[in-house]
């Protein structure tokens, strides 16, 4: 609208006084207006989430780099108590920072639940898109731009290590099960992607309009692999954008190698549903 108002006022004015060039006032009405279309249609209400759980020697400069290298966003933290006090760091910053949003739960409560009310904040509060990423710093912030990019068009992104321009930079035995793996559960669940398991993940929020995190069942880390089976079962297209997956240099992973099991038992539990439709 407030474009075609702009063409439709500088044409009228080509009309009434067709060999006149074009006054100051009009070109700073028009570059005004220009502006304003701008900011109405690019600007977002872009909030970032992380979950935390031992991270004090990454979470500083993830939060930094992410306030340096992007757009305006809030950035919402869940902390499970963090044996050690990663929360009394991310309170710290709090005091530097005022997009950061905290919230201390009592015990480990799990990732799924973490994602799940991070879901429910950005809906409750009004956000257009949400962006999850990792805390020990594998995923770079500086892509959070192009994730803002590509869900202006589309529903549900999700940053890939396995599409041309990505990369994972594990090593050994981690990398080859975590190729394998994501074959296998493509092939299985016949899903058009070649990541799940990654937690660097974008929904645009008004797209997704049938679709909360609290219908996937799926606990732990299979969570991120039924997020992306609920999306596909309601019809929304995933959209893969390359990126590049660092191995942590601090803290400890906190996959148990149980999840491997568990994740193969989800894996034939989502085949029957999608085969069988309950």
Avoid at 65 to 91: A, C, G, R
Avoid at 128 to 141: C, N, Q, V
Wanted: aromatic letters at 14%; one cysteine or more.
């Amino acid at each position: 609208v407030i474009i075609t108002l702009n063409f439709s006022f500088n044409k009228r004015f080509e009309r009434v006084m067709p060999n006149w060039p074009v006054p100051p006032t009009i070109i700073a009405i028009g570059f005004f207006i220009d502006i304003f279309s701008y900011i109405m249609l690019v600007k977002k209400k872009i909030l970032i989430f992380t979950a935390t759980y031992n991270e004090k020697d990454n979470i500083e400069h993830l939060i930094r780099s992410i306030n340096e290298n992007n757009l305006e966003v809030d950035i919402f933290i869940i902390d499970d108590q963090s044996p050690d006090h990663t929360y009394v760091k991310i309170k710290d910053l709090q005091k530097e920072y005022s997009n950061i949003f905290l919230k201390i739960r009592n015990s480990k409560s799990g990732l799924d639940t973490a994602h799940k009310e991070a879901y429910e904040f950005a809906l409750s509060n009004n956000y257009d898109y949400l962006i999850t990423m990792d805390a020990d710093l594998s995923h770079d912030p500086k892509e959070i731009n192009n994730f803002v990019s590509y869900l202006s068009e589309f529903p549900f992104v999700i940053g890939s290590r396995y599409v041309e321009g990505g990369s994972c930079l594990m090593s050994g035995k981690r990398l080859a099960m975590s190729k394998f793996g994501n074959k296998l559960i493509r092939n299985i669940l016949r899903i058009n992607s070649s990541e799940f398991t990654s937690s660097y993940r974008g929904f645009n929020l008004s797209k997704l309009k049938n679709f909360h995190l609290n219908q996937v069942n799926n606990k732990g880390y299979s969570f991120f692999m039924g997020t992306l089976f609920e999306i596909d079962k309601l019809g929304y297209e995933i959209k893969e954008i390359p990126i590049i997956f660092r191995d942590r240099q601090k803290g400890i992973s906190k996959i148990p190698k149980i999840e491997i099991f568990r994740t193969l038992k989800n894996l034939l539990i989502l085949f029957f549903k999608k085969k069988f439709k309950f």
